[in-house]
DNA sequence: TTAGTATTTCGTAAAAATACGAAACAAATG
DNA sequence: CATTTGTTTCGTATTTTTACGAAATACTAA
């Protein structure tokens, strides 16, 4: 591991390169007025193939910021409360907000 | 272009792209305090060799969080304090602050 | 059981990010 | 002018990201 880091970098990092593409911003800012969604729903409007939507979801999923709750045949996408709260602090920490 | 997404969508992404790795998350912070720095006092104590550190530098100024002064022999970096009071805005925004 | 719906994974290709050492550069000093 | 100092650019290699269409998966409904 890279200890020279503290963990506080290594979470605003990862959740900034989340962040560090538009159609991520826009997921991330649709989840935070509706709190839900669906793929198939963001497919329609987002001008990208659907499986390209799909790796930015697992990314997104990845980082912690969101997640996924199987509700067949679909998949119910939604901010992942905890972590968006952590995200919260710890930009408002960097942004002296 | 890609009109699809709209200019804030694009900045936040753009920002927080540079914000994506820890090396540069250090940088920030550290400008953040005391508003500004040598590349060669922060080569000192990054474990990275200064040729990495000249190019994290470069995408930071890229991105237009921080600009460099050319005050020879050095050169002084500090924050873009323009771009940074955008960013804090649009963070603020998006997370809802 | 077959067909349909929603989404993901796979295979692949192209572009971008990350990292290093060597070499180049630009300005001040001897 | 030659040297020193601080930093960047170049060349290169490796890894990661982004993107697409085709195929696979998982569950429902007919």
């Not at 959740?15 to 963001?42: E, M, T």
């Not at 199987?70 to 930009?91: G, M, Q, S, T, V």
Request: glycine share 6%.
């Amino acid at each position: 591991m890279n200890d020279f880091y503290t963990e506080e970098q290594k979470d605003i990092a990862r959740w900034a390169k989340a962040l560090g593409h538009p159609v991520r911003v826009y997921i991330i800012q649709l989840l935070s007025k509706q709190s839900c969604c669906y793929s198939g729903d963001l497919a329609e409007e987002l001008p990208i193939a659907r499986s390209t939507l799909s790796q930015h979801l697992k990314e997104l999923k990845g980082s912690g910021l969101i997640q996924g709750k199987i509700r067949p045949p679909k998949i119910k996408y939604c901010l992942n409360k905890e972590n968006w709260a952590k995200a919260k602090i710890l930009f408002s920490n960097l942004l002296d907000i």
